[in-house]
């Protein structure tokens, strides 16, 4: 207040200045520091910012390196485009494509590219970049999907046909997002710019053109005029790499942040209490579920459907529920995500101990028994320590043995451990894809398989009719559910934060996706 | 002296092979980076493809022979995660390093020293006592505590600072002082310890018996002898500053080479990993390389006994 009444009293230039003394200068330094630090701090107008709760990779610029992980799509739906992808309300969504159609008989796939699209640096989007990008895409199931096409075909600029050896009634799937071949690059671009060259400058047809980025800091996009779909109303997009959880939160209170990811537990519940600030939960493609990987071993208690069965009783979902995610996760009582095409409904599991016990006592365990050790990955530790207090009321006492999750991924795929696990997947996929790796018999996280649903599952492989596809999947999940081959926990929320100058986050507007997307679709709240 | 020095190369020179086959060991001690790499539930076929686009399928003694033959050429490999070269990634970060540590050594020295001083002229008194509980609580208290108390309290509940990131003067307040406050703690005992032992010395008797002023013989006299270690310990702690601010620069998402050592362990980015701590070891081992060579040269004795 001193400094400023000092400021409006600026002398002319017939009055000396007054001579301020060493305290009053350090005093102005110091609210001059303050000062800056509180302008920086605030997003500038036109401008959001994300804190980013992991490291921006610059190889998820190029969606020729697309791994099995969804973070990469946070950036690949701002700089890039593809052909048919997941949409608000739409799996598999025409966008540079403006029709898909596939054969009768499911060996072709045909595209007709948007009229009039073009890339960030005005060059058209041809049937030629098509082809190009799925040639050079060498990421997630490249070779898996290469080898199920024949030829890829571009009859004129705006049409492409695939040709498969055999019909492959997943190829949309995997075309448009399990892989990121169906995401367009510019030909000539990556070829006069090589592959480092694209990754430094990346151009793509995307509702954001790159602007600027420092590994592992700060990534800077702003808006393309030229997008297709919508011009994007937020000129620029800022993601700020901050690592801890609660660094992120005060960023967002404080305003220097619009949008936080990742803010869980205590933290969440503080978020919730922030005047201004919003809990934004979005459900991700990532059931977990305990696993009971010696039920084909007759001399284990998990051998009796009654014992799996009290397991699954004895649960308390919907207070874990609570207490970790504060209700947003959704308890399916499958492990197969939701919005996944071929999803069968399992019924409500009720939380019933008095049930479990009976069940116990029925198969022999009457007063429950020592059930041994329970191993999970140490980064849901808390889920398994939830988990293990509902079976513990029941009489199942077991020892959480949380493993580290590169040893404990490597441990449950090697088929190293016994008696009970619990997992979780966010593969992408559908209900076939999930059952071929979880349930049928060579599955990668398979201990053991039932015949019967073995012999579904190559019966629904070689099925074009949709409608008896998906019978037979649904018959798969029925058994598994009736046989409590798994006991499913939840289908996991992911808990971000929203600042007050936020009109429309994009959370949760794709199924399953756990970013902001479609950019185009943000939006502050003065419109800006 | 020739001799001499050669041998004091020969065991720099041992040192790093000895601290690049250690840390190239203990990195895949840690497990798999490809599991981090890709999503739980991938088929065995894409941890496979994955493993060997990094080069993890070779055999050890073949991935290690490429690191030392990257390194002595200069480059380092290739970042798993950024998929940049690490040299390229570790000179990003060096400035905003070199500025942290430099503002928080200049700290920890401008609070570290005189309260060292003051403590040991007034020993057993309330100075000293203040100075014990301040050295105590500096080293005992975490850094991420620290810092997330300020944070709490600077950045959100007074709104004057910026909680984290970097830019601006206001940025480096924070980090700064979590990080200087530490290593003031450390300066601060050494100052005082080495300051009784000056003090307690027969030339600072006979300054005091010849009737010297109580300020001159601890401004002049004593404390230019009672610094020597701390100076040398500082410049140990500045190297450390640089290179290993993990907690300091994580909380604060300082974008310094701390953070980009964080990163590497959190992604398993081997060549990351290895790139700092080897850069890192070779900094101090030239450090303590000059320091050698610089006694032999002053001090005649050190070069005769070896």
Known sequence: MRSSQRHHEVPTASVPYPRATRRELLGLAALGVLAAGTTLARAANGQLVYASHISLAPTWFDPAETPGIVTPFMLLYALHDGLVKPMPGNQAEPCLAESYTASADGLSHSFVLRAGVTFHNGAPVTAEDVKFSFERYRGNAAGFIKEKVAAVETPDPRRVVFRLHQPWPDFLLYYSSVTGAGWIVPKKYVESVGEDGFKKEPIGAGPYKF????????????????????????????????????????????????????????????????????????????????????????????????????????????????????????????????????????????????TARRLLAEAGFRGGFDAGEYYCDSSYANLGEAALNGLAEVGIRLKLRPIERAAFTKGYSEKKYRNIIQGGSGAFGNAATRMETFVVKGGAYVYGSYPDIDDLFAQQAAEIDRAKRTAILHRMQQLVHERTVYAPLWQLAFLNGQGPRVGESAFGLISGHPYSAPYEDVRLKNGA | MKQYIVRRVGYSLLSLFLLSLTIFLFVRVTGDPVSLLVEPGASPDDIETMRRQLGLDQPLWVQYGHFVA??????????????????????????????????????????????????????????????????????????????????????????WLPSSGSGSVAHLLMPAFTLGWYFAAAHMRLTRSSMLDVLGSEYIKLARLK????????????????????????????????????????????????????????????????????????????????????????????????
Request: proline content about 7%; charged content about 20%; hydrophobic content about 50%.
């Open chain 2, 211 to 306: 009737g010297l002023p109580e300020a001159l013989v601890i401004g002049k006299h004593a404390l230019k002898n009672a610094l020597i270690p701390v100076i040398t310990l500082a410049g140990i702690n500045l190297v450390v500053m640089i290179n290993v601010a993990v907690v300091v620069e994580t909380v604060f998402a300082w974008p310094g080479i701390g953070r980009l050592l964080y990163e590497g362990i959190t992604f398993r980015d081997f060549p990351v990993v290895q790139g700092v701590v080897v850069i890192g070891g070779a900094m101090i081992v030239l450090v303590n390389l000059m320091v050698d060579i610089l006694y032999a040269l002053i001090d005649p004795r050190i070069r005769l006994e070896s």
């Open chain 1, 211 to 354: 602007a600027s980025f420092i590994p592992g800091v700060e990534l800077v996009m702003e808006a393309f005029d030229g997008y297709w779909r919508k011009v994007p109303t937020v000129k620029k997009l800022v993601w700020k790499v901050i690592p801890d959880e609660t660094t992120r939160l005060a960023a967002l209170k404080r305003g220097e942040v619009d949008l936080a990811y990742s803010i869980r537990g205590e933290l969440a519940e503080e978020l919730q209490r922030a005047p201004g600030l919003e809990l934004k939960p979005v459900l991700i493609n990532s059931p977990f579920w305990i696993y009971f990987a010696d039920q084909w071993d007759p001399k284990s208690p998990w051998h009796d459907a009654r014992v799996r069965k009290a397991v699954t009783l004895a649960l308390d979902r919907d207070g874990i529920n609570q207490a970790i995610t504060l209700g947003h996760s959704l308890l399916t009582g499958s492990i197969v995500p939701k919005d996944y095409e071929f999803y069968w409904q399992p019924p409500k599991i009720p939380h019933d101990p008095a």
């Open chain 2, 70 to 159: 990257s390194f002595v050429t200069g480059d380092l490999g290739l970042s798993f995660y950024y998929r940049t070269p690490v040299l390229e990634l570790y000179f990003q970060r060096l400035p905003n390093s070199l500025l942290l540590a430099g503002v928080a050594m200049a700290l920890s020295l401008l609070i570290g020293i005189p309260s060292g001083i003051l403590a040991a002229v007034r020993v057993d008194g309330f100075w000293d006592s203040a100075g014990k509980i301040f050295s105590l609580l500096g080293l005992s208290l975490p850094q991420f505590w620290v810092g997330l108390v300020l944070i709490l309290f600077f950045s959100v509940y007074l709104g």
